[in-house]
């Protein structure tokens, strides 16, 4: 079996390709019908017509919180704390940029009128993540004083359009920091038309992480330490799985995010927990079928898990075929459709 390295998921992605905003429509994106042989140019809009009746189509219905926060030290040195899990008794746990890290017991002053008291690391004492107390609740702080966590090839400040559409239209478990992308290009045209079809829906929940952006920094991309994510499969979509398995559908996940849920749920057997599932080529599929999915950012685990799924060859000549035609990449960009091979990478 092929042995990959970083540089065999890396691309040349012209800047321009990059949306800085999304379609004037949600379902207004481009798809790239990656379930045949030779890629075929689609709209969103198509997507009814490409799945099954008796298909189950599974979202991650995380709800991307206000999660960036801007503050000062009592020295008056600025700082961004970019909030990645909400604990209980009003902590949290965050990233912190700042010229100096202050010492533990600091109070911070937020824009907005609120302290966050630093606890210390967490939760290793040498990782990336800081332990706050709010002086308030932290869902209520967020919502009121922070900004949208924009991904960071995004330019602009955030604007009211990125609070509504850097959200899908389904959200409803607060959490993410970084929006479920696959799922944004989904409206209530498109939904009535994939239940007119008989595609049937259920959710799973992933918080998407901050540590999505990481970049891979091995080469041997053995040795990459992947973040820790916390994702539900409630029961109604277990039940939901074992009724498509039982008629012989497929199971159709929407975004990447949804895939390491499902693939996490089925090897561990745990309906709730934390996993740092990191899927390359190679990797067996257990649950899905069908994949949706946004194009992601060269060298990424993203891309690692998307060749996974479709196939090394296949997925890179479907991304040279999207940069040529000009489809726009990542969160706010376009969208690709992909069929599961069991064919190991050679």
Known sequence: MRQ??????????????????????????????????????????ELPALLQPGDLLV???????????????????????????????????????????????????????????LLGRWPEEDGPLFRFAFSSEPHALMEQHGHVPLPPYITHEDTPED???????????????????????????????LEARGVQRASVTLHVGAGTFQP???????????????????????????????????????????????????????????TSIFITPGFRFREVNVLLTNFHLPKSTLLMLVSAFAGYEHAMGLYHHAIAAGYRFFSYGDAMLLARTDTPPT
């Open 4 to 45: 990959f390295t970083l540089g065999d998921f890396d691309f040349a992605l012209p800047p321009e390709l990059i949306a800085q905003h999304p379609a004037a429509e949600r379902s207004g994106s481009r798809l790239l019908d990656g379930t045949q042989g030779t890629p075929i140019d689609r709209s969103f809009r």
């Open 216 to 274: 891979v920094k091995t080469d041997n991309i053995a040795e990459h330490r992947m973040h820790s994510e916390w994702y539900e499969v409630p029961p109604a979509t277990q039940q939901a799985i074992a009724d498509l398995r039982a008629r012989g559908g497929r199971l159709v996940a929407v975004g990447t995010t949804t895939v390491r849920t499902l693939e996490s749920w089925a090897r561990s057997g745990q309906a709730s927990a934390d």
């Open 59 to 117: 979202f991650n219905d995380t709800q991307v919180i206000k999660a960036r926060l801007f503050g000062e030290k009592p020295t008056g040195g600025k700082l961004e704390l970019l909030v990645e899990r909400v604990l209980q008794d009003h902590e949290v746990v965050a990233h912190m940029k700042v010229s100096k890290k202050p010492p533990i017991g600091t109070v911070l002053r937020m824009d907005g009128g609120f302290n966050a008291t």
């Open 163 to 193: 609070a509504r559409r850097y959200q899908t239209v389904f959200a409803r478990a607060p959490g993410a920091v970084a929006a479920p992308t696959a799922a944004l290009h989904f409206d209530a045209e498109v939904l009535a038309a």
